[in-house]
């Protein structure tokens, strides 16, 4: 993880930091080990530190792509490009009231 700047850090998490004597990163993750599992704060873990086939726990934010219209987020196929069609190509829901569950044109990649 990359580092961070002084003032770019919560006053927590500075202080965290600083309590520590770490350089200051990006990043501040903690886990609850057993005894017999502790190592020293600021150990750097990488896949080392694990075995072949061990299952992991892993949370995540996907990339942003920004607005999407249904086409690129849902994958809709569109209308044709002839046969007097002009305006309706690429469009989505018409409905008026937008529902939770409407597949419609919004937020396409991070899903929080």
């Known amino acids: 993880c990359g580092a961070k700047r002084e003032k770019q850090l919560h006053p927590r998490e500075l202080g965290e930091f600083i309590a520590a004597g770490l350089p200051l990163k990006r990043k501040l993750w903690e886990c609850q080990v057993t005894d017999d599992a502790l190592m020293p704060v600021g150990t750097v873990i990488s896949a080392a530190h694990f075995k072949a086939g061990q ?6 934010y996907s990339k942003g792509k920004g607005f999407a219209g249904v086409m690129k987020r849902w994958n809709f196929a569109g209308q044709g490009a002839s046969h007097g069609n002009t ?3 690429r469009s989505g829901s018409t409905q008026s009231k937008d529902w939770v569950s409407e597949s419609s044109a919004h937020d396409a990649g991070v899903l929080l």
């Open 55 to 60: 299952y992991l726990d892993v949370t995540g």
């Open 87 to 89: 305006k309706h190509h």
